[in-house]
């Protein structure tokens, strides 16, 4: 079956740091690939997305390209803010009549 | 923007209690979904609704059940409400086709004490 597994954490940075988030996955055919950012109180809202392989989803100065020959789905921002302080979820969905699935998430932490 | 609205943002119910969660979306989506939240184990998937009246058990549905009477209504049932049902629930929403995104709810913190 699907999966998808995101690096342990927490992660607390400074502000201005360079970010990675570390996901990959297993799935069978050509999944589409999301990452998936929930702030404090919230419910998930999606932050970026790919559909195909070298595909480069980008928003909020936030990027993330689908590797398919390493099943990677790495999410880096060059700058964090202390408002990019929340929780991320790498998750895959594989056909149109399909669920989501979801890594365990990652608490990020910026500082002043 | 697509809307998806869960009838309540905190919910504290007793042990034995029948406990409906609700969810309404507003895109005419097929597809919906009930994900549980607890910390350390990510977004696990109850339940999931392809088209009205039509379900399928997900990772964990031992102890729900759900009801899907029309497309843009989604509930959840706790038959008998325990307190390791204590959790944050979520339910999304997406279009039936590829490539797409779910969109969620701002989700429900139920208690059972």
């Known amino acids: 079956g699907n999966s998808v597994t995101q690096m342990e954490g927490p992660v607390t940075l400074s502000e201005e740091a360079f970010l990675t988030i570390n996901c990959t996955y297993t799935?069978?055919?050509?999944?589409?690939l999301f990452w998936y950012v929930q702030y404090p109180g919230e419910g998930l809202q999606l932050l970026l997305k790919?559909?195909?392989?070298?595909d480069k989803g980008s928003n909020k100065g936030f990027e993330a390209t689908y590797r398919k020959e390493t099943t990677s789905f790495h999410l880096e921002k060059g700058s964090v803010q202390v408002s990019d302080s929340a929780v991320y979820f790498c998750?895959?969905?594989?056909?149109?009549?399909?669920?989501?699935?979801f890594g365990k998430g990652i608490t990020l932490s910026v500082r002043p | 923007d697509v809307k998806v609205t869960q009838s309540s943002r905190y919910l504290v119910k007793r042990t034995g209690e029948k406990v409906f969660l609700e969810c309404v979306q507003d895109?005419?989506?097929?597809?919906m979904f009930w994900y549980r939240q607890d910390p350390g184990l990510g977004l696990r998937l109850i339940y999931f609704s392809y088209d009205v009246k039509m379900k399928e058990k997900g990772d964990i549905p031992e102890g729900y059940s759900v009801s899907r009477e029309k497309k843009e209504r989604f509930s959840l049932i706790l038959e008998s409400a325990s307190t390791n049902q204590t959790s944050m629930y979520l339910c999304?929403?997406?279009?039936?086709?590829?490539?797409?995104?779910?969109?969620f709810g701002q989700g429900t913190r139920l208690t059972v004490v």
């Open positions: 790919a559909t195909k392989a070298d």
């Open positions: 799935a069978t055919g050509y999944p589409s």
């Open positions: 999304a929403s997406r279009i039936n086709r590829v490539y797409t995104e779910a969109f």
């Open positions: 998750a895959l969905a594989s056909g149109a009549n399909s669920k989501l699935t």
């Open positions: 895109m005419d989506h097929e597809n």
